[in-house]
């Protein structure tokens, strides 16, 4: 099965400059935890929930005056829609990430593939559990820069 198959095609996007509080907002009114950000038409980054928490809140910045560029996540690993959910499964576990952009192989934003979309897809779950088994939450006092990527 491919991922352009099973992944989920909407996809709010989100731009460095907006700030941290209405990314939230944003990510809370469309119920999702990763929000995408482009700019001049291209992926610059991932901002997920874990991001503004870790990045923002913790470490005490404000999120009305933050922008997001700020605490987003610059380097974005993604998969294309024409490949085969195993593959990426694959990559899941090798980057430790449960989420993914999916772009076509115009380099163009198409969907979003998270774990939720791969575990009621797989038609041979076997095939793909030990790769998925390699994602993990960051330990306490791990760096979470090494799980956001």
């Known amino acids: 099965m491919q991922v352009k198959e099973c992944m989920t095609a909407h996809v709010e996007l989100g731009t460095p400059?907006?700030?941290v509080c209405d990314a939230a907002k944003k990510?809370?009114?469309g119920d999702f935890g990763i929000l995408p950000i482009q700019e001049n038409d291209r992926l610059v980054?991932?901002?997920?929930?874990?991001d503004i928490v870790v990045r923002a809140i913790a470490v005490g910045k404000d999120p009305d005056q933050t922008s997001v560029r700020d605490i987003m996540t610059h380097s974005v690993l993604y998969c294309?829609?024409?490949?085969?959910?195993e593959e990426v499964a694959d990559n899941l576990g090798r980057n430790q990430v449960q989420r993914l952009p999916v772009l076509n192989r115009q380099k163009r934003l198409v969907g979003i593939l998270?774990?939720?979309d791969l575990a009621q897809s797989i038609e041979h779950p076997d095939?793909?559990?030990e790769s998925l088994s390699q994602i993990k939450k960051p330990s306490p006092g791990e760096s979470p820069e090494?799980?956001?990527q």
Do not use: K, V
């Not at 980054?45 to 874990?50: N, P, S, V």
């Not at 294309?80 to 959910?85: N, P, V």
């Open 17 to 19: 400059d907006m700030t």
């Open 27 to 29: 990510m809370r009114e």
């Open 45 to 50: 980054g991932m901002l997920t929930d874990r």
């Open 80 to 85: 294309f829609e024409d490949q085969t959910l």
């Open 114 to 116: 998270s774990l939720g």
């Open 127 to 129: 095939n793909i559990e």
């Open 146 to 148: 090494l799980h956001l």
